[in-house]
Nanobody, 124 residues
Framework: QVRMVESGGGLVQAGGSLRLSCAPS????????LGWFRQAPGKEREFVAAITWSGDRKYYASSVAGRFTISRNNAENRQYLQMNNLKPEDTAVYYC?????????????????WGQGTRVTVSA
């Protein structure tokens, strides 16, 4: 079964930056859209950002808009999440997933192929 492989997490101080990367194991990206979600301890997995296969449309949660940027490089078969001005409330495990649904919504149940995630910790 195809799984995403996320990387790039780490420990950073508030105001710092990280760049997350995601690639599918065993196949190229063929899905309609790719997304980033995050899950903090004791909380549900929440939507962060998504991008269509062509890259022409991007979507962001209001909590990260203006600070995070999603992008993808189909030639490299990777997608990225540039996170700037990080805040302690951004601390979570970040996952990337994909969806073949054209009517997808910003919820984890519409996405799949989850990997192990990459942990982001932002200290105050």
């Amino acid at each position: 079964q195809v799984r995403m492989v996320e990387s790039g997490g780490g420990l950073v101080q508030a105001g710092g930056s990280l760049r997350l990367s995601c690639a599918p194991s065993g196949r190229t990206f063929t899905s309609y859209a790719l997304g980033w979600f995050r899950q903090a301890p004791g909380k549900e997995r929440e939507f962060v950002a998504a991008i269509t296969w062509s890259g022409d449309r991007k979507y962001y949660a209001s909590s990260v808009a203006g600070r995070f940027t999603i992008s993808r490089n189909n030639a490299e078969n990777r997608q990225y999440l540039q996170m700037n001005n990080l805040k302690p409330e951004d601390t979570a495990v970040y996952y990337c997933g994909d969806t073949f649904r054209h009517d997808w919504r910003q919820r984890a149940s519409d996405f799949g192929s989850w990997g192990q995630g990459t942990r982001v910790t932002v200290s105050a």
